[in-house]
Each structure stands twice: as C-alpha cells, then as structure tokens.
C-alpha cells in the first residue's frame, strides 16, 4: 500500500495547501517527519498523534492527508482513509488517486 517512506519536508514551507499562516514551521515539520516515520514503522495509532496534530492546525497538505489516510486504513478506519485519500487527490497527489 504505502509506495514510499522517504518525503523532503522542505517542500512544505512554501506550500499553498497550508492554510494556517501562524504555523511554527519546525514544531510541524518535527510533527510530520515523526508521523511519516510511525506509518513507515507499521505503528499507525502513533501516527495518527502527529499527523492528526498537523490537520487540526489546518496543515491540510496532500502529504499529511495521504499518510494520515494509510494510518487510517490500516487501523480498519476505511470510510475516513477514503476521506482523507480524496483530499489528498483532489490536492494533486498521484498515489491517492
């Protein structure tokens, strides 16, 4: 399911899916690496931690929402990972799809 587990968080800090502009860029992007890390580790109820952390300060980026679905999914939450897959879609990523 999960094609890749390396991400180059450096991308983020000028993404226009971010839709908090008082974002505390290294808490998030330490949120995020560690979130990545957990789902790439198999320990999803972790993930879901950092990554649910990142989406409720509106960090609403196709990355979040792709490896927040995964953990979903894997934790047998299925209509939420759907959720979250189509967010990422519609925001352009191509493994969401």
Known sequence: ML???TFDIRNHYSNPYIENENLDLELEY???ERGVSLVCLERYEEAMNELDYLVNKKLNDKDTRYYRGVA???L???EEAC???KIAANAGDEYSE
């Open 3 to 5: 094609s890749q587990c």
């Open 30 to 32: 330490l949120f995020f």
């Open 72 to 74: 979903l999914l894997n």
């Open 76 to 78: 047998g939450y299925q």
């Open 83 to 85: 959720q979250d897959f």
